[in-house]
């Protein structure tokens, strides 16, 4: 995606942009790459991205995620993850910026650093619970 402010003016808390936005604006990212795909596909393709995108901002393994998807049963292996993380770096950056700037957030609210991990972890629970869909 390309936006018309950096990842560190997001951090800094200089632009208003949040992790809501970003998953609409990457759904619309995946929607104009794959023009053909049907929603079930197109919301599967999404899915993947953003748990690819989700996964490095976190510093998780992929071999996690791969082993998840494998349960899902999608027919993906590492290599199709790596190219999706390496299509979608400057995606990754914003997603790491947003989770910063979130976490700075609940600091300023008076968390301690490890409350606000907490409180980001639970914050991105309910919105992937509460927004499983675009379109």
């Not at 790596?82 to 770096?89: A, D, G, W």
Request: charged share 30%; net charge negative.
């Amino acid at each position: 995606m390309e936006w018309t402010f950096t990842a560190e003016e997001v951090v800094k808390g200089g632009v208003d942009y949040s992790i809501e936005e970003f998953r609409e604006d990457l759904y619309g990212e995946v929607k104009s790459n794959f023009p053909e795909y049907t929603k079930s596909e197109m919301d599967t393709m999404y899915g993947l991205a953003y748990d690819v995108c989700y996964c490095i901002a976190t510093s998780q393994d992929l071999n996690g995620l791969l082993e998840h998807c494998k349960e899902k049963g999608l027919k993906v292996d590492k290599n199709y993850l790596e190219l999706i993380r390496e299509s979608n770096l400057s995606n990754i950056d914003m997603l790491k910026a947003l989770f910063a700037r979130k976490v700075a957030d609940f600091m300023e609210e008076g968390c301690s650093s490890e409350e606000a991990l907490k409180k980001l972890d639970e914050y991105h629970k309910n919105l992937m619970s509460d927004s499983s869909s675009f379109g």
